[in-house]
Structure formats: structure tokens, C-alpha cells
């Protein structure tokens, strides 16, 4: 809800500071006052585009700021969020939208005094405020908006989320599918080298850790001479009469003699004595063993330089390591059982997008006939509103158009069109086209009052859609936007007495004129105030008792109870 609006140097305007209430909010004053200024203003602050010529003639820059009450409007919350705009600390529960214009041209926008662009000033301000009014090509003119209307209308939110859902789903059953296959299509483009790669690892069979030891085998054998030598000689000091093996024995022998005599003492020396035995004899058995290795493999060494060849060539040839070449024959082997089976999982994946889009077709045709009744009842909606507002022979139609299946979304498969046919026997077009200015505004206000549980939007405003009426018309107009105030904040531009009595809340705009320049004022009329400007509606230049009294009855009455 937009509660409230300051304005400064804006054409005729040097300074306003209004304050709006729930309901319907009326502006009268004479033509020429500076009322559609104020819609200008508050257009600026709504991210609209700053015309040539805004800013005041003796002002050097502008600025219109507006405070909306967020209320439960989930979707501009959505829009701040995502836009990254934070809250109000102080008032975590209102928007402030500010714009400024200087002398060169340049604007700036700003929401809670965070700087953000035009752009994003618009979108927060469209979740705000809809004007209309028979020149905006925004809200009801916007066709985009027409099937979130006739949706709203229908209350079938269910059947929106279901088909959503549904699509989601038919969409990732059509991603898997579509990647599947090219996943195969790739892996026959490859099946040849797949096979030629995967037999010749298979024949040259790598195993983990080869490389390692083939490594430590290859240094032995390239070092056989002086290995052997080394363990000739290790053997000669570790075995023999005078080797350590000899030693150790004959110590134990010694010790052995006396153990009875030395107690217990000597028990732990002999364990050891015992265990060197047992040391030297295991390697001593090591040492032979080393050696008739290498007398065995003394011819191997060309064998190991092959191995360990033919494993390097295999690895640079796939750019891996040796040690990855047994997983990477697992992974071709596996590529290759894909390829092989990549015809049945095809066929499962194109069963289950079949599926999928199946489900999706049931959820959207739910919508689309609930969708058909909602616009039945929508067009009969309508039509009980129009003769009271002097289009008995306007035709109203929510026209559902089937789209082709390219253009299916998570949305349904039709759009929504809402048309109208001014004259009989007319072809219903597109309302912007169609209906003239007054028809227009009076078109827009019946179709408000038959979705007005359907608006997304807390505050609407009409620029003079009592335009070309009065007597019994301009008082159904009254009647419907005092309805509609009922439901939402309604603020109306008018010249019509009947309208402007329905108001809850009276701004009377003027403008004043010395010889230096004009401005345009606004003041809150109290009761006395209202019949006043309303019997100066009624009558024109010269106010009359009669005047006055019409305007008392009108605001007592119950065009004036709100």
C-alpha cells in the first residue's frame, strides 16, 4: 500500500508531501491543475523514464520519493530478495523507492537507499502499483498478465503447482535422454579405438605396483656383479669356522657351562645368543637366496628394459601414469559394455520421457479446463458489470489460444488473451486496440471489479475513468471503485462529484500563480471542505445553495458513506 508520496520541483510542483490511507483515495481539482503531474511523479519513482523537461524551471535537480507498506505482497519480498536489496532495519516491514533527476539528464535510482537501477525500480514498482489508465500498456493492457489474472480468478493454484511439477520432470526425462544419446553416439564415433585400445592393454596385462618393481629388479641386475660380490663376502664373515655364526655358537657353548652357577642372571644373554642364531642363519638364507637370483636372471636384464618400456610407451600413448594403466583398461572395458548396452538404455530412457510427458499432458489439461471454466464465469462476470457503466454492447471474452508443443511450459499449453467487441456483430480484438479512451477506462474498471480478489497488487490507480460520463453512469463508477476499495488501496483521479463523494480520503489539487512563476498545491479536505469542492464539481465557477445541498446529499447518502 503507498503511503505516502513527497515530491520536489517536478514541473509545477515545488514541494508536496501527501499521505495516503487504505481504501479509495479520491484527487479532484480543475483541469490543468497539476493532478496528472502527480501520476508523472509517482511514475518516476516507479522506475518509469524520466521525460525531457521534469525538473522545475528554477531547479537544478529533482526527486520523488514513495513508501509502500509491503503487507502480504510475497512477490515484491521475492523481487527485493533477488535483487538483493536489504530491508529496513528500522521498518522491516515497508519499501522505500526514491528517484532523482539532475540538470544534465542523469537519473538515479534508489530502493531503501541502496542504489539500483531503472530497471529494478521498475520491477519492484510493478509488483506495487498498477495505473490505470487508457495511455498505460501496463497491468490489464499487458497481455502477459493475463493468464496470472484468469489463474487467480480460477483459484486452482493445485493444478498450477501439478502441471509445474510435471513439466520439471518431463523436461529432466528429456535431458537424460538427449544426453544418453549422446553419450552414445559418442561412444560409437570411439567404438573403434575403444577396442584397439582395450586389446592392447589386455595383451600387455599391467598390474598394480609393476612398474615399482620392475624398477628395483632392473637396479639389481644392473649392479649383478657388485651385488654378488658384496654377498660373497657378507657370506664368508657371517658363516665358517671364525664367521659370526661360529662365534655367537661358541659364546652360547661358554655360557651354557655356567648358567647353573650364575642362577638366573645369564638366562636373558643366552635368549639373546639364541636369537642371533636364528638372525643370521635367516639371513644368511636371504643372502644365497639374492644370489641365485641373480645367477638365474642373469640374462633378464633385457627383458625388465622391455617391460618397463612397453608400460611407459602404453601410458604416454593414453597421458596417464603406469600405475593407471589397469584402471584405465577397466574403464575402457566399461565403456565398452555402455556401448554395447546402450541401445536398451536408450529405449528405457525414451519409455520414461514418454512417461513424463504423458503425466505432464494429463496435469495440463487439468489446468486448461478449469482454465475454460474460469473464463466462462469470468466473461459472465464481466458482462453483469457493463450495461451500469453504459457498454451493454461491449463482448468480453477470455480467449485460451493453444500453443504449439516448442512453446509448452511449466505455465500450461495455452495463452491467455483477453479480448473485447465494442460494437455488435464486431470481431472481439485485443482491448488496447479495440475499445475507444472512455470505453477503455470504464472496460479496465469492470474487469477490476471482476477479478478483484484476483489482484496480485495492493494499490491501483485510475486516471479519470469516469472520463465522458456523469448522472446514473459516473455513479456506478463511484459504486465500483468504493467496491473495489473494499479490497484494495484505490486512489482515482476524477472530475466526476458522484466518484469523488465515495472517497474515504479527499486531496484537492491546485495551483496557484504569482507574477513570478505557478505551483501546484494539495491539502486534505475535511467534510465542510468536501461538499464545497464537490458542489464546485456539481456547479461549475459560481457555487449555489442548490450546489451544496446536492453535494450534502451525495456525501451523506450512500455514494459518501465510505
Given amino acids: 500500500m503507498l503511503v505516502s508520496l513527497s515530491i520536489r520541483d517536478i514541473v509545477l510542483i515545488?514541494?508536496?508531501?501527501?499521505?495516503?490511507?487504505?481504501?479509495?483515495?479520491?484527487?479532484?481539482?480543475?483541469?490543468?491543475?497539476?493532478?496528472?503531474?502527480?501520476?508523472?511523479?509517482?511514475?518516476?519513482?516507479?522506475?518509469?523514464?524520466?521525460?525531457?523537461?521534469?525538473?522545475?524551471?528554477?531547479?537544478?535537480?529533482?526527486?520523488?520519493?514513495?513508501?509502500?507498506?509491503?503487507?502480504?505482497?510475497?512477490?515484491?519480498?521475492?523481487?527485493?530478495?533477488?535483487?538483493?536489496?536489504?530491508?529496513?532495519?528500522?521498518?522491516?516491514?515497508?519499501?522505500?523507492l526514491r528517484r532523482s533527476l539532475s540538470g544534465d539528464g542523469r537519473s538515479r535510482a534508489y530502493i531503501n537507499d541502496q542504489p539500483v537501477t531503472a530497471a529494478t525500480l521498475r520491477r519492484i514498482g510493478d509488483a506495487l502499483v498498477e495505473i490505470q489508465g487508457q495511455f498505460d500498456v501496463r497491468g490489464l493492457l499487458d497481455p502477459a498478465t493475463h493468464v496470472g489474472f484468469l489463474d487467480s480468478f480460477a483459484r486452482h493454484s493445485d493444478l498450477l503447482s501439478a502441471t509445474a511439477r510435471a513439466h520439471e520432470r518431463w523436461q529432466h526425462a528429456v535431458a537424460e535422454r538427449i544426453a544418453a544419446a549422446e553419450r552414445q553416439q559418442q561412444a560409437q564415433c570411439d567404438a573403434g579405438f575403444l577396442n584397439h585400445a582395450l586389446d592392447e592393454l589386455t595383451r600387455l596385462a599391467p598390474e598394480p605396483g609393476e612398474a615399482a618393481e620392475l624398477e628395483q629388479r632392473r637396479t639389481m641386475l644392473a649392479n649383478a656383479e657388485s651385488v654378488i660380490s658384496a654377498a660373497a663376502e657378507a657370506m664368508s664373515v657371517l658363516s665358517g669356522d671364525t664367521a659370526a655364526d661360529s662365534m655367537v655358537g661358541r659364546a652360547a657353548r661358554l655360557l651354557e657351562r655356567i648358567s647353573e652357577r650364575a642362577g638366573s642372571r645369564l638366562d636373558e644373554a643366552l635368549s639373546a645368543l639364541d636369537r642371533a642364531s636364528i638372525e643370521i642363519e635367516g639371513a644368511i638364507g636371504e643372502i644365497t637366496a639374492l644370489a641365485e637370483d641373480?645367477?638365474?636372471?642373469?640374462?633378464?636384464?633385457?627383458?625388465?628394459?622391455?617391460?618397463?618400456?612397453?608400460?611407459?610407451?602404453?601410458?604416454?600413448?593414453?597421458?596417464?601414469?603406469?600405475?593407471?594403466l589397469p584402471a584405465l583398461r577397466d574403464d575402457l572395458a566399461g565403456r565398452i559394455a555402455l556401448l554395447e548396452a546402450g541401445e536398451e538404455n536408450t529405449a528405457a530412457l525414451v519409455e520414461a520421457e514418454r512417461e513424463a510427458r504423458d503425466a505432464y499432458l494429463a496435469a495440463a489439461d487439468a489446468l486448461t479446463a478449469s482454465r475454460r471454466q474460469a473464463s466462462i464465469r469470468l466473461e459472465a462476470a464481466i458482462s453483469d458489470e457493463l450495461p451500469s457503466l453504459r457498454l451493454e454492447q461491449v463482448k468480453f471474452a477470455a480467449r485460451l489460444e493453444p500453443l504449439e508443443e516448442p512453446r509448452w511450459s511449466r505455465n500450461g499449453r495455452e495463452r491467455i488473451t483477453f479480448e473485447v467487441a465494442t460494437n455488435p456483430g464486431a470481431e472481439p480484438g485485443p482491448i488496447q486496440r479495440v475499445a475507444s479512451g472512455g470505453e477503455l477506462s470504464r472496460l479496465l474498471l469492470a474487469l477490476r471489479v471482476a477479478l478483484s480478489w484476483a489482484n496480485p497488487l495492493p494499490t491501483l490507480i485510475f486516471d479519470e475513468v469516469d472520463s465522458g460520463v456523469g448522472g446514473a453512469v459516473a455513479a456506478a463508477v463511484g459504486e465500483r471503485l468504493d467496491r473495489l476499495g473494499s479490497h484494495l488501496q484505490v486512489l482515482v483521479i476524477t472530475h466526476s462529484p458522484q466518484v469523488a463523494a465515495r472517497g474515504r480520503m479527499h486531496w484537492h489539487i491546485a495551483k496557484e500563480s504569482d507574477d513570478e512563476r505557478a505551483r501546484t498545491t494539495a491539502r486534505v479536505l475535511d467534510h465542510t471542505a468536501r461538499r464545497e469542492e464537490i458542489a464546485r464539481m456539481l456547479a461549475g465557477s459560481v457555487v449555489t445553495d442548490a450546489a451544496r445541498a446536492a453535494a450534502g446529499s451525495l456525501l451523506d447518502g450512500p455514494a459518501g458513506e465510505g
Avoid at 69 to 83: I, K, S
Avoid at 300 to 305: S, T, Y
Fill in 14 to 96: 515545488d514541494r508536496l508531501d501527501l499521505a495516503f490511507g487504505d481504501g479509495l483515495c479520491v484527487l479532484t481539482g480543475e483541469t490543468g491543475a497539476g493532478k496528472s503531474i502527480l501520476l508523472d511523479a509517482l511514475g518516476l519513482a516507479l522506475g518509469a523514464r524520466a521525460a525531457p523537461g521534469m525538473i522545475r524551471t528554477d531547479a537544478r535537480e529533482a526527486g520523488v520519493t514513495a513508501l509502500f507498506e509491503l503487507g502480504d505482497v510475497d512477490q515484491a519480498r521475492g523481487l527485493l530478495d533477488e535483487c538483493g536489496v536489504p530491508c529496513d532495519e528500522d521498518s522491516p516491514g515497508s519499501v522505500l
Fill in 294 to 324: 641373480i645367477e638365474r636372471d642373469a640374462s633378464g636384464l633385457e627383458a625388465v628394459d622391455a617391460r618397463l618400456h612397453a608400460l611407459r610407451d602404453a601410458a604416454r600413448k593414453h597421458s596417464v601414469a603406469v600405475d593407471e
